[in-house]
């Protein structure tokens, strides 16, 4: 398939300052994972040089191999046992006042590392009590119990991403299900805790598949809505179909705030977690 070249409105401006610095090395220094490098996020040099990061936990190797991510793929490691205390502090230490926390899958572990994700946002809430969380987790398989682990640890926002419509969802996501997503939103929404996921575009969708999406997500009580430009991370995965212009990025979030979302993040470089702290 040809290259389709990448328009001037995704062009990133590269720039660091002393608090990009200062977020670099207590990631490093903590040998902790984000999924701001591991993901390649386009918005790591602006998120980071405001002092924010996405913690992702439970290693930097995921189970699974969906086409549209980079997150690297095979056997993972045994879980850190420090890490849930290791996030906390280097949360303290950035004086952040809202935390994001994902993870890779772990497809591996008996529990799929629910009860790690838990220890996590305890610790994290012990050593800075006054911060707010929000956690993007995996589906956990639909395993209502191990999402219950996470619910009954009261994050203030719970988000799980549904990635792309229906019908391009068993193309690039490896293990996933459209309607098990869906049910593990539900799940969260009915704990009356702030529903959140997310969808690329230009994978191949069309205007209506987006807003079934929408009006899906709408009528399980999810609130939150981000939409972002799918950016193919290597020449091995899943290809850029078409450039989503700026003008039709309002478009959407228009469109999804009259449908009646109470926060919606849609723009070329929107990501999960971008912008996060005004989510809450």
Same mark, same amino acid.
């Given at each position: 398939?040809?290259? @389709? ?12 300052? #002393? $608090? ?13 994972? &984000? @999924? +701001?490098?591991?993901? $390649? ?10 002092? &924010?990061?996405?913690?992702m ?8 191999s ?23 502090? #280097? ?9 994001? %926390?994902? #993870?890779?899958? $772990? ?15 305890? *610790?994290i809430? $012990?050593?800075?009590?006054? @911060?707010?969380?929000e ?6 398989q ?9 619910? *009954? ?6 988000? =799980?991403?549904? !990635? ?34 997310? @969808?690329?575009?230009?994978?191949? !969708? ?15 009580? +999810?609130? %939150? ?11 091995? =995965?899943?290809?850029v179909?078409?450039?989503? &212009? ?11 705030l *009259? ?22």
């Amino acid at each position: 398939m040809e290259h @389709i070249k990448k328009p001037d409105w995704l062009k990133i401006k590269i720039g660091a300052n #002393s $608090r990009y610095s200062d977020t670099k090395r207590i990631v490093e220094t903590n040998n902790l994972h &984000t @999924i +701001c490098s591991s993901g $390649r996020c386009p918005n790591m040099c602006e998120c980071w040089g405001k002092g &924010t990061a996405t913690f992702m936990i439970g290693g930097n190797i995921c189970t699974r191999s969906c086409k549209f991510c980079n997150t690297q793929t095979g056997k993972p490691l045994a879980l850190d046992i420090n890490e849930p205390v290791n996030v906390a502090k #280097s949360i303290q230490m950035m004086k952040l006042s809202h935390a994001v %926390i994902t #993870s890779v899958d $772990r497809d591996d572990l008996p529990d799929l590392g629910a009860s790690h994700w838990a220890s996590t946002i305890k *610790e994290i809430k $012990r050593i800075n009590p006054d @911060i707010t969380i929000e956690v993007l987790i995996p589906d956990f398989q639909g395993r209502e119990e191990l999402i219950d682990m996470i619910i *009954e640890k009261k994050p203030d926002i719970i988000s =799980h991403n549904m !990635e792309t419509v229906k019908r391009i969802s068993p193309l690039v996501r490896s293990a996933a299900d459209y309607d098990r997503s869906l049910k593990v939103i539900k799940r969260v929404a009915s704990a009356k805790i702030k529903a959140k996921s997310g @969808i690329m575009v230009g994978l191949g !969708e069309t205007e209506e598949e987006i807003e079934v999406v929408m009006d899906n997500l709408l009528q399980i009580g +999810c609130s %939150i809505l981000t939409i972002g430009q799918y950016l193919q991370p290597s020449r091995l =995965h899943y290809p850029v179909k078409k450039y989503i &212009t700026p003008e039709d990025f309002e478009k959407y979030k228009k469109i999804a705030l *009259e449908k009646g979302f109470d926060k919606v993040e849609s723009e070329p470089l929107a990501r999960s977690s971008y912008h996060a702290e005004r989510h809450v």
